[in-house]
């Protein structure tokens, strides 16, 4: 079956400019998550979606950058006014029917750069 | 808080021999998970394996297995007879109650290359 799915691979922007990424779960998994990788900082965890409660968005870096997660399925990532600092590959997982502890299963990234 | 250290950024090994992959982790619950993740040059997470603080039994996973000590807080990961095709950064991930058992908390990796 297919696995997680994000677009665009690879995204090039303007400082300044907004840039939106999408994901593509599992079908079924009920659980989302985006993490963001950058050089020295590792992988850090930004939101989490679990079914049709309100999403965990401790991780978020700053206001601007949100995320949604439309009829259950697809989640969108859009990061508003990008900055060089934003530049990094954003993951995003997707887990089973319940996300406690459940493996997550990760996509192929989206490298974003920021010029 | 939760926190995981891979205190070896970079290793290299020659193909065929042994390798360990530290992990150290922090948290103050009872009740937690440890995983392993790999991403190799392809840049996909893959998961490797999930532990929970209740189960101190030593899994082996083919050539991997992995050693879960509560009392030193380490979960280490060995590779055997190191092969090429290993090549990649590993993982080492934490979740507790801290994020309602969910999310991860990643170390910073440890690159592992494996030279014919």
């Known amino acids: 079956g297919a696995g997680v799915s994000q677009s665009p691979s690879n995204k090039v922007t303007e400082k300044g400019k907004d840039v939106e990424l999408r994901c593509d779960p599992i079908s079924g998994h009920t659980a989302l998550y985006w993490y963001r990788q950058s050089l020295g900082q590792g992988l850090e965890f930004l939101i989490y979606?679990?079914?049709?409660?309100?999403?965990?968005k401790s991780g978020l870096p700053s206001d601007r950058f949100s995320a949604e997660r439309t009829g259950g399925s697809v989640s969108t990532l859009t990061i508003q006014r990008t900055q060089q600092e934003d530049s990094a590959v954003y993951l995003c997982a997707s887990s089973g029917t319940s996300g406690r502890n459940n493996e997550q299963f990760f996509g192929p990234g989206t490298r974003l750069t920021v010029l | 808080a939760q926190k995981v250290t891979q205190a070896q950024t970079e290793i290299s090994v020659v193909e065929k021999e042994d390798v360990t992959l530290d992990c150290v982790y922090e948290t103050r619950d009872t009740t937690y998970y440890l995983f392993w993740y790999k991403q190799p040059p392809s840049g996909e997470l893959v998961f490797l394996i999930r532990?929970?603080?209740?189960?101190?039994q030593n899994e082996i996973s083919g050539r991997y297995s992995w050693n879960f000590q509560k009392s030193t807080s380490s979960f280490n990961f060995t590779i055997t007879a190191s092969q090429v095709v290993d090549s990649a950064v590993y993982f080492c991930?934490?979740?507790?109650?801290?994020?309602?058992?969910?999310?991860?908390?990643f170390g910073k990796g440890t690159m592992l290359l494996v030279s014919p």
């Open positions: 532990r929970n603080s209740f189960d101190e």
């Open positions: 991930a934490l979740s507790d109650s801290n994020s309602g058992y969910s999310t991860l908390t």
């Open positions: 979606f679990q079914g049709n409660s309100a999403p965990d």
